[in-house]
């Protein structure tokens, strides 16, 4: 007998009177009969023994099947179902899918329905696809019978022509109070029927007879009406399982049908909403609560957890004594579910943007039903510098619903961030309202601002801006409109910059080519310098070429060096010099290592370098407070290492420095100071490759200070060189002659300041003569080659500046020449011979200082008579 024909209507969930199968499920049909025959006939069942004792009244009856439940119900609303429970009247599901497994295993048989055979390796499942196209019969998946765990008997699970099926017998259940899982039996179609949620589900379709049954005697009706209404008493049924009150909120939002009156009665008894709370799993819990909110009308489903004072008993951390837990804040929730509706049924901008598909939708819900939970105290972690554990509300949805990690992650983000978003929605609106006001802070309409904005939000800032506007509307209920203007302002704003999927922008740089372009090593430094590189990526869209952001780097007056130099000195470089540290000692009491000394900071001292290597006299000045203090740190550290870094480092600021920025900060007499005190790091207090190498930074610092601080004020300039000369270089020299690399250095050192003096350098001829002469005469000077070419550079310095006064310093001159050379004429070599062009270059420039008639022929006419060796040094006179 052929089934009716469906009534044709508009509503796709109006009641049917009859149904239809389709092909697939009319092959699915007539393979189960063709095997409830063949068991009939052939009685004698495989090995597969039953935990479940079957009556003795059932052991004579035929086999009859039934398609139940929701199948039966999705027909009738002329909704396809691809899930499938069969009941088998007389046998568990395992024992009729054993059956069913050898029927098709006989040759001949599974082609008689488009079948090629059962599936028995992990490859020929693979085949098993959900379309109905597929012609392997998935393997069986037996589920055992365990009260324990509520298994249905012995069911088995299967996939055939794409269809889900599960097989079960037809079965009566005994509850205990303590419970949910009932003691189960093999029982009658009615009694299996009066056993389930609701009328609707307990209607059954009869495969041998091909009808329609109805035993509770109200389905149709109830269908008709679209009434929810328990086959038995509502308070004991939801006694006996109290899942069933979220499955009838679940299918109250599904189908938009009503919760018949007694039903809502027994659902909102304190009892029975004790019972949802100790018996049911929270696994299970969740998983109604994920089906409601995900498919048909979570907004009926909402409604009624509130309505029927629900949310508590469902939203909750069962971890946590119920005397000791948050008290949720739902006031306001029917406005919140309210608005919500409103904007996906009526496809406003927001629910566009910010619910685009099926999980986002889901997920804005979820939020919904997680906002009571806003103002929840942020737990403390278990410790000082532990991770902060996560939110009420997160903790809520991980344990009283059994969330995902993916989904608990986003109610995290989602309250985390709830504060900033709504920030940067009301100052948005702010400005778009009142233009000509000036703002404080970051411009919060800018591309780049935004954009970071959500690259730190991350992929699902949609969901999470929801939940700040759904907060916001419980916030100010009196406020919906002006509050869904604001957001949608907002959307449409990020919109309009093109940056919704800002999250996903391609950085035009890694870490590896940016430390590259900035000659530093990797490190913890780079994320958030390249965040840095980011902001600047978004504010200029039109590049797009990784080269251009290098050059972009490279060059001083380039807006990417600008902010990546304020970048690095104010939240780099900054908090690692910052002098109101707290001092900390290691456990054997020693003083804890000054964090920009720390390996983990190698990179700090780089980036500093950098820093101020990039800076002119626009960018000095609005860094200046920052770059000042890390060098003066330097200058004024124990180790010589770092002061002739710092030294380094002042130089180059020095240079990029004005004038009048220097006399305005008044630093001058601070960066004096510090160096000055490097010039006494001698040994042997000092060890002397240290000293060599701090000297040989300091004396040209000193130098660019001098140009700097008196630009304009010669007089001031040459006092200022003449205590560099003093204090530094003839009181250095008195200190350490007896280190000849040191007064090599000295000497040499000693030259650029001579130029700077120019004429007003003759003040110090009669101390530095007397020192370069001391040095060239030396015995055992020929053996310092460095340090005697140094001495005669200084020379030439000494006559080329002073030499108006050279005419009564020149037998002084005269003396440390010829006995240096006749010291050294025999010597060997690149570097005498080095020297020895240096001596004849000196004595050349003093012949020209002291000028005709001033008796230096004469003089070296005497010389050469006394010693035939001058000649090379001297000439013919």
Known sequence: MAPALIQEVDDSTTWRPT??????????????????????????????????????????????????????????????????DVAVNKMTGFQFGLRLKEYLEIPGN???????????????????????????????????????????????????????????????????DDSR?????????????????????????????????????????????????????????????????????RFASRLQYQVDPKALAAMRDADIKDALRRKISRERVGIEIEKSLRKGHPHEALRLVFK???????????????????????????????????????????????????????????????????????????????????????????EGIKATNKVTDLVIAAVRNQHEISAFVDRLNERNRRPDKALEGDDPAARDILGMAIRRWGSTWRSQMMYSFLVDIVEDQDSVEATQRKYTAFVKHLHDLDILEAYNLKPLLDGKALSKALSTPPGTWMKDALDVVMAWQLRHPGITDPGQAIEEVKQKRGELTSVLVHHFLKLTIRPLFAKNRPITVTESGRKMMKPWKSSVNSSALDLLGWSVSALDDKLV??????????????????????????????????????????????????????????????????????????????????????????????????????????????????????????????????????????????????????????????????????????????????????????????????????????????????????????MRETVAMLRVALGGGSGFDEDCQTLLVADGRLTGLLGQA
């Open 19 to 84: 149904l239809t199968l389709t092909p697939v499920e009319t092959d699915l049909q007539r393979l189960l009969l063709d095997v409830a025959n063949y068991i009939d006939n052939n009685p004698e069942a495989p090995d597969a023994e039953s935990h479940v004792a079957l009556p003795d009244d059932l052991v004579r009856e035929p086999i009859v099947l039934r398609f139940t439940g929701g199948w039966v119900r999705d027909k009738l609303l002329g909704v396809d179902s691809h899930d499938i």
């Open 110 to 176: 599974p082609e008689k329905y488009g079948l090629e055979g059962v599936a028995t390796t992990d490859k020929q499942n693979q085949k098993v696809t959900s379309t109905d196209k597929s012609k392997i019969v998935g393997g069986l998946h037996k589920i055992e019978a365990n009260p324990e765990k509520s298994k249905h008997l012995e069911t088995v699970t299967t996939r055939i022509l794409g269809l889900d099926i599960d097989i079960v017998n037809l079965r009566k259940e005994t509850y205990t």
């Open 181 to 249: 899982n009932p003691q189960m039996e093999f029982g009658t179609p009615e009694e299996d029927a009066l056993r389930r949620d609701a009328t609707v589900n307990a209607m059954f379709y009869n495969l041998n007879t091909e009808e329609i049954e109805d035993f509770t005697g109200r389905g149709h009706d109830d269908m008709r009406d679209k009434i929810l209404r328990t086959p038995l008493d509502p308070h004991q049924t939801f006694k006996d399982d109290p899942l069933r009150v979220l499955r009838l909120i």
């Open 308 to 398: 029927l004072d629900l949310y508590e008993t469902i939203f909750s951390d069962p971890t946590v004594e119920t005397a000791d837990h948050y008290k949720p804040d739902t006031d306001g929730w029917q406005t919140m579910i309210d608005v919500l509706q409103d904007m996906t049924d009526n496809d406003r901008t927001l629910a566009r943007h910010l619910t685009r598909d099926e999980e986002e939708n889901f997920s804005a819900w979820l939020l919904a039903a997680l906002v009571p939970y806003r103002d929840a105290p942020q737990p403390e972690p278990p410790a000082p510098g532990r991770k902060l554990p996560p939110p009420v509300a997160a903790t809520v949805a991980k």
């Open 621 to 838: 000045e609005e860094v200046w407070p920052l770059v000042v203090p890390p060098v003066l740190t330097l200058l004024d550290d124990w180790e010589a290492k770092y002061k002739r870094k710092g030294a380094e480092l002042l130089h180059d600021l020095l240079k990029a420095t004005p004038p009048a920025l220097l006399m305005r900060t008044g630093l001058a007499e601070v960066f004096e100071e510090a160096l000055m005190a490097c010039l006494t790091w001698l040994p042997t207090i000092t060890p002397e490759d240290e000293s060599i190498a701090l000297l040989s930074v300091v004396y040209p610092c000193l130098l660019q200070l001098s140009m700097v601080r008196y630009s304009k004020e010669l007089s001031s300039s040459s006092k200022f060189l003449d205590t560099i000369i003093r204090k530094g270089v003839i009181q250095g020299y008195s200190l350490a002659n007896q280190y000849p690399r040191i007064v090599a250095v000295l000497f040499q050192e000693l030259v650029p300041l001579l130029h700077a003096l120019g004429i007003e350098s003759v003040k110090h001829l009669k101390y530095i003569l007397p020192t370069l002469t001391e040095t060239l005469i030396h015995p055992l000077a020929s053996a310092q080659m460095p340090t005697l070419t140094a001495a005669v550079k200084a020379l030439q310095a000494v006559i080329l500046n002073g030499w108006p006064r050279m005419s009564e310093y020149r037998g002084e001159v005269l003396k440390g020449l010829t006995l240096c050379w006749l010291n050294t004429h025999e010597m060997k070599g690149e570097d005498a011979d080095g020297l020895r062009r240096e």
